[in-house]
């Protein structure tokens, strides 16, 4: 597994062993409803994840102390980690004599849409079964200003888009990208394959003062982002759908490259 050349092959569903982590940790309501959820579906379902939540983690793997697994019950572990270490311990550890077909990271308590990609745990953790050479997808759950999360919604629509997605092969540093639009299981539009948006968080930052004088910042929430672009991820849930987005491991911008290479010839 040396090369990343090499393509993830079509999954039989039915028969596969999946592995389920999240960046919310081990108790997260979106890991309950993706554990209920996908268990009709496959073979088998691990569940390795962090203890505590881990949201906006980003690919951080922790090597400067040990790790420690706990059994919680058969084939439900958590890692005092991240969810980068909680994959890569579940895939190198937990079921070193097993390991799965699949890692599905999530559902994510909130959208992972445009540059959040960058940020966000849950799309690590899908990134860190990749880079291992399991067929990765990460999967979030937008909510409306109100915070109503519509887990009902991915539930419903997890089944299309894995039954889909599971008839597609592709290279082994790619990974799959699912938000589902905030909106009722029945109002949802459908499944789009789209790109990655743009939209930046940390726009507001609130400075304040604490008991001892002391400054601090609060990254706020803000984005400024664009819904009206089309093809993106955020168009799409904008109306309604669900969005699906292939990653690259490779963040090379090959026309740049080139570009450079006749500067420096």
Not at 10 to 33: C, E, H, P, Q
Request: aromatic residues 4%.
């Amino acid at each position: 597994m040396s090369s990343l050349r090499w393509k993830i092959k079509t999954l039989d569903l039915k028969n596969a062993r999946v592995l389920l982590s999240n960046d919310d940790g081990i108790s997260a309501a979106g890991l309950k409803v993706l554990e209920r959820t996908i268990k009709p579906l496959v073979k088998e379902v691990w569940v390795v994840a962090p203890e505590t939540e881990q949201s906006a983690t980003s690919h951080s793997l922790t090597l400067r102390q040990p790790l420690r697994i706990r059994k919680i019950s058969k084939r439900r572990y958590a890692v005092d980690g991240t969810p980068t270490d909680s994959v890569l311990m579940g895939i190198s550890q937990v079921m070193k004599d097993c390991r799965p077909d699949m890692v599905l990271s999530g559902i994510n308590r909130g959208g992972n849409m445009g540059e959040d990609v960058t940020y966000s745990g849950t799309v690590a953790a899908a990134m860190e079964g990749a880079l291992l050479g399991v067929r990765s997808i990460a999967l979030s759950q937008v909510y409306s200003d109100s915070r109503t999360v519509h887990w009902a919604t991915a539930e419903h629509w997890i089944p299309n888009v894995l039954q889909a997605l599971a008839t597609v092969d592709w290279p082994t540093d790619i990974l799959m990208n699912v938000n589902f639009p905030p909106v009722n299981a029945n109002t949802v539009s459908g499944i789009e394959c789209v790109r990655q948006g743009h939209r930046k968080i940390g726009g507001g930052i609130t400075p304040g003062t604490d008991p001892r004088g002391e400054r601090y910042y609060w990254i706020g929430p803000q984005r400024e982002e664009d819904r009206a672009a089309k093809g993106t991820d955020l168009e799409a849930i904008s109306r309604g759908a669900v969005s699906v987005t292939p990653l690259s491991l490779d963040l090379t911008h090959q026309a740049t490259l080139r570009k450079m290479k006749a500067a420096f010839s």
